[in-house]
């Protein structure tokens, strides 16, 4: 995880140091800033030169107030001048104290802007006044109540399950999901449950249904196959019976099988009913009570688990369900889509209008945000200082200046006109003094 934050933030580092086109055209327009303001420093110089060689001349009073407005001009551009230098590098090249702020004191800049943020825009109090303000739930509620909206988070949802379903390896899930249910099986006794079921459904008279069923097949079995079931009886004959008895115990035999299974069929009050029916209550009562039959039902049951096939229809439960949620997904007119898009409409309806809902919608993100925030400050912050460590100096000082420099010349510009009318108002006070 340290890794990869270390490879975020050096390409971080790689992409503020490479120039694009727009840092380009920013230097160009410093570069014309610059001009100017040199030029208007040159231009009161100029003023200050013409001014005293009129004042010297004999030109009167006002070359002195011209003089006097020039050089202070000039003495606020150099001041200014010195100042914007300083942040960037030492001004001649001269290594100056506290100059060429910005290379040097970088790291230290990371550091204060780091705490800034952290402190100022990642407290509890500032996000939850934010997210307050926003009135998410409220807003949330009136655009997913729109048709369209709603059926564009339907499709992007639908989309990335199924960008998820896809990267899931089913090896992988199959294992999950099979010991998931074999161990969750295995920890409950099922034996109790079975009983109580078996218990209700005899009483309910569910299993009737079940039995004529089985005596509707047993029958129509015994019609079709009367050749084997008499051949059956035959073969299982003592060797020293004559053939003709054999077959005509056979006979008997089927016969008789016959009538059972046929009055069973057409008589719901046969003994043998009354008899299963009998069997099947004590049989779920032994369920529920008797420990003899609940140990030999979870040793069946472990037995069954651990077979190969048991494990892999159970398997086999991810890939049906993995390709129904796929192919519903991928249907517009799915099921599962067309559930999915009204519960966003209802959701949407209910949020724009319920206020308790909505409150509870922002609560859980405030939350939610706070504990980010909290939890992680020192990461998000340590994320600005390493990025701003990592950055060269004098790159990031040509880049801040690339993208701020054009407004500091304005600051030489303005430097020299206040400092001109400063030294105007303070000649001409003093002459007035003077006077």
């Given amino acids: 995880?340290?890794?990869?934050?270390?490879?975020?933030?050096?390409?971080?580092?790689?992409?503020?140091?490479?120039?694009?086109?727009?840092?380009?055209?920013?230097?160009?327009?410093?570069?014309?800033?610059?001009?100017?303001?040199?030029?208007?420093?040159?231009?009161?110089?100029?003023?200050?030169?013409?001014?005293?060689?009129?004042?010297?001349?004999?030109?009167?009073?006002?070359?002195?107030?011209?003089?006097?407005?020039?050089?202070?001009?000039?003495?606020?551009?150099?001041?200014?001048?010195?100042?914007?230098?300083?942040?960037?590098?030492?001004?001649?090249?001269?290594?100056?104290?506290?100059?060429?702020?910005?290379?040097?004191?970088?790291?230290?800049?990371?550091?204060?802007?780091?705490?800034?943020?952290?402190?100022?825009?990642?407290?509890?109090?500032?996000?939850?006044?934010?997210?307050?303000?926003?009135?998410?739930?409220?807003?949330?509620?009136?655009?997913?109540?729109?048709?369209?909206?709603?059926?564009?988070?339907?499709s992007e949802l639908s989309t990335a399950l199924r960008g998820a379903l896809t990267v899931l390896r089913d090896s992988d899930v199959q294992a999950v999901v099979g010991e998931a249910i074999t161990r969750r099986a295995e920890a409950v006794e099922i034996a109790p449950g079975a009983g109580r079921m078996l218990e209700k459904i005899v009483a309910d008279g569910g299993h009737r249904r079940a039995v004529d069923l089985v005596c509707v097949r047993a029958h129509d079995w015994l019609v079709l196959h009367s050749d084997s079931?008499?051949?059956?009886?035959?073969?299982?004959?003592?060797?020293?019976?004559?053939?003709?008895?054999?077959?005509?115990?056979?006979?008997?035999?089927?016969?008789?099988?016959?009538?059972?299974?046929?009055?069973?069929?057409?008589?719901?009050?046969?003994?043998?009913?009354?008899?299963?029916?009998?069997?099947?209550?004590?049989?779920a009562s032994d369920l529920q009570s008797d420990m003899d039959t609940r140990a030999r039902v979870e040793r069946l049951k472990g037995e069954i688990l651990n077979r190969g096939e048991v494990q892999d229809?159970?398997?086999?439960?991810?890939?049906?369900?993995?390709?129904?949620?796929?192919?519903?997904?991928?249907?517009?007119?799915?099921?599962?889509?067309?559930?999915?898009?009204a519960s966003f409409l209802s959701l949407g309806a209910r949020l724009a209008i319920d206020g308790r809902l909505q409150a509870k919608l922002e609560g859980w993100l405030e939350d939610a945000a706070v504990y980010v925030v909290t939890t992680y400050r020192g990461e998000i912050t340590s994320l600005i200082t390493d990025t701003v460590?990592?950055?060269?100096?004098?790159?990031?000082?040509?880049?801040i200046e690339a993208h701020i420099g054009r407004d500091l010349q304005f600051i030489r510009i303005n430097g020299t006109v206040v400092g001109a009318l400063a030294g105007l108002l303070i000649y001409a006070i003093s002459h007035a003094v003077g006077a």
């Fill in 1 to 154: 995880m340290q890794d990869m934050a270390v490879r975020a933030v050096r390409r971080g580092a790689a992409r503020f140091a490479a120039d694009t086109p727009a840092d380009a055209e920013k230097r160009r327009g410093v570069r014309r800033m610059k001009a100017i303001a040199a030029g208007l420093l040159l231009f009161v110089a100029l003023i200050y030169i013409l001014a005293k060689w009129a004042q010297n001349a004999g030109a009167g009073g006002w070359a002195a107030y011209v003089a006097a407005a020039a050089e202070a001009g000039m003495v606020g551009a150099l001041a200014d001048w010195f100042a914007v230098t300083a942040l960037f590098r030492h001004p001649l090249g001269i290594p100056i104290p506290h100059t060429a702020i910005i290379p040097t004191k970088k790291d230290q800049l990371g550091v204060s802007l780091g705490s800034f943020v952290g402190e100022n825009f990642l407290s509890e109090d500032v996000v939850r006044a934010r997210l307050r303000s926003v009135g998410f739930g409220g807003r949330l509620g009136t655009w997913l109540a729109e048709p369209a909206h709603a059926d564009r988070v339907t």
């Fill in 229 to 283: 079931v008499i051949e059956a009886v035959e073969g299982g004959a003592p060797g020293w019976t004559p053939r003709f008895v054999d077959k005509r115990i056979g006979e008997r035999v089927y016969k008789e099988l016959l009538r059972f299974v046929t009055e069973m069929r057409d008589s719901p009050g046969h003994p043998a009913r009354g008899a299963l029916d009998r069997f099947l209550a004590d049989f």
């Fill in 313 to 341: 229809i159970i398997g086999s439960v991810w890939s049906s369900v993995r390709g129904m949620i796929v192919a519903a997904a991928e249907d517009e007119r799915s099921e599962l889509r067309l559930r999915a898009r």
């Fill in 389 to 399: 460590a990592s950055w060269d100096a004098e790159h990031t000082s040509r880049k």
